[in-house]
């Protein structure tokens, strides 16, 4: 049964879509990471998406929404965006969803074959029953339609570190070594995690390819923690990075500890 209860719902216009977007929707997510490989994968989705979806208005669904678009803006500009996101703070602060529901993606239904695009971004390691994320998914894309998935690498350092640690110290990590003094107040993150088996990106590829999803774009990439730390605690950074490095010497094979989250874009088959 559907429970989610719409909270709000603004219709746009086609003739609204295509006006020029206002400077708050900007993505605040591309502005907001520091230079480095995160920001560089960010970019190269940004590349596929705007190359592999079809020309003309779109149709998307943010799983997860919350306040922040991953979405390029010559996306966003063509698009009807609905969010589902199962906290009443983070759908009220989203200002670039023409839809917005609260409601719980695990059990959240819409019709078959509704969406050019779905994206989940961080939003995977929150979730206890993922396999139902993505059945729901799997059924609302299009054929052809994309998926995009963020999310912790749960076999990096930071992966395994988030995964172990309880909630409290996340706040902390947050509050004291980001700077975000408002985290973990209603409605901002960090949120708690779960770490279902397919947020691995073996298990979630090897999930998809059964789901006749193919991978068009996988990227591991250093978390942007890294700089950001050594920007903000170079002292805690250099340890960090020493660790690592460390590590990775130990590990065999060229495992970079350090690429603590993935991008992947997954296609619907299908004409
Ligand atoms: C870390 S935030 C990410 C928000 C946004 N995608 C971003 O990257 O900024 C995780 C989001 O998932 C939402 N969430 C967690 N569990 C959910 C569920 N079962 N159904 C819908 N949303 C959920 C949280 O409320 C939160 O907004």
Excluded at 142 to 166: D, E, F, H, Q
């Amino acid at each position: 049964m559907n429970r989610s209860l719409a909270l709000a719902t603004r219709p746009a216009p086609l003739t609204e879509l295509s006006m020029p977007v206002p400077a708050e929707i900007h993505p605040k997510s591309l502005l907001a990471l520091p230079p480095g490989e995160a920001k560089q994968s960010l970019l190269t989705v940004h590349s596929i998406l705007e190359a592999r979806l079809p020309a003309g208005p779109l149709s998307i669904y943010e799983a997860g929404g919350g306040s922040t678009s991953y979405l390029p803006l010559g996306v966003l500009r063509r698009s009807h965006v609905t969010v589902v996101d199962i906290d009443a703070d983070q759908i009220r602060n989203n200002s670039y969803a023409q839809e917005a529901i609260l409601g719980d993606i695990q059990t959240h239904r819409f019709p078959p074959q509704r969406f050019d695009l779905i994206i989940c971004y961080n939003v995977i390691e929150h979730i206890p029953d993922v396999e139902a994320v993505l059945s729901g998914f799997c059924e609302a894309l299009k054929p052809n339609g994309l998926l995009l998935i963020g999310a912790p690498n749960p076999k990096s350092l930071s992966g395994i570190v988030t995964k172990y640690s309880p909630h409290w110290f996340h706040v902390w990590f947050y509050r004291h070594v980001r700077g975000e003094k408002h985290a973990g107040l209603p409605g901002e993150a960090p949120f708690p995690t779960h770490f279902h088996p397919l947020v691995t990106l073996g298990n979630l590829e090897a999930f998809a390819a059964g789901r006749g999803l193919q991978v068009i774009y996988r990227k591991k990439y250093e978390s942007p923690r890294y700089p950001e730390m050594r920007r903000r605690k170079p002292l805690l950074a250099a340890m960090i990075d020493a660790g690592a490095k460390t590590i990775n010497a130990l590990l065999p094979g060229k495992i970079d500890v350090r690429h603590g989250d993935y991008h992947v874009i997954l296609r619907k088959l299908g004409s």
